[in-house]
C-alpha cells in the first residue's frame, strides 16, 4: 500500500468512528474541558488539568484515544505520583457521577473481583481480632476513605456471623451520599442499623457499637471528615481494626507516613490495600 493510501485508510477509519461518540456524551465531554479550563491557572492544579483535557479530548473519538493511548502512557507512568483523577477537582457534580460510575462496577456480579483478595484478608483478620477478644461484642472497624462503603458490603457479606460495628469515613460529600443510600436501603431491609454520624468521634463509635450490640449485630455509620484529622476526634483503642483499599494514590508519598502514624496511634492494626506500589517488581 502506498503512504497516501495508508494515510486515506487510517482518515477513514477514524471519521468511521466518530459516530460512535453519542451527542450526550460529546456534550459532557465539553462541559468536562470546559470545567477544567476553569482551574488551569490554579498552581495546584494547572499540571493535572494538562493531563485531563488531553485525555477527554482524545475520548471524543476511539480512535484518537487509542494514540492517546500509545503515546502517553509510558509518560503518565512516570509521573503517576503526580496524576489527579476527575474526582480530586472540586467539582461536585463530576465527583457524583465518576464515584457513582465506580460504584456501579464494584457492585457488579464481576465487580468483587476487584477486592476479593483484600476482603478476605481483611475478613481473616476480623475472624481473629473476634478470638483474641474472646467477647460477644462486635469488632469495630474503621474504613478511612470508605467511598461508597462498598468494602463494609462485602464485609456483611462475608460474615453473616460475626457480630460489627463499623465506621466509614471520607473527605468527599458525593461519596458520603452514596454510602448513605446504599446503607440506608439494608437498614430499611433490617439487615443492619444505619447511621450518619456528624464526625468520627468517641461517642460516634460508641453509638455504632451500641447499634450492633441491641440490633441485627451489624451496625454502621458514615461521616464527613479528613482522615488525617481523626486522631483529634478519635482516642486510641476505641477500633479494633483500621482498613483503606485504594487510598493511597490520593496521598503524596510525604503524608504517607502521617497516615500511618495516625493509624498507628489510633488502632493495634491496620490492613491497606496498596494501589500505588502493588504495580512495581
Ligand atoms: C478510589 S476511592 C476508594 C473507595 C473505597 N475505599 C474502595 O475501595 O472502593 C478513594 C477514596 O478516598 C477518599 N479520600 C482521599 N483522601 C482522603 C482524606 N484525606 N480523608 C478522607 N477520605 C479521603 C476519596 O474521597 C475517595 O472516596
Redesign the pocket.
Known sequence: MTAAGFWGRLAGIIVEGLPLISTRRSREIAEIISDLKTMQDDPRYKEAVADNIAFFKAARCPWLLLGWLALASSRLKRKRERLLEM?DFPFPKWQKRG?AG?ASI?NHRLGGMM?TGFVRELCRLIRKVKRIKGDDGPVVVL??????G??GRLVFKELPDVPLAYIG????PA?IALAERAFRTLHKAGKLVFSKAPQADDAAVDAVRRGAEDGPGKAVAVCF????ELDKSLSPGKVDIIC????L???SRPDRPRLEEVCRRLSPVTIE?DDVDCFRP
Open positions: 474526582g464515584y465506580l464494584e477486592s474504613d478511612l476513605g470508605c467511598g461508597g462498598e468494602l469515613v471520607d473527605i468527599t461519596n471528615g479528613d482522615i488525617f483503606h483499599s485504594r487510598v494514590h490520593h496521598i490495600m
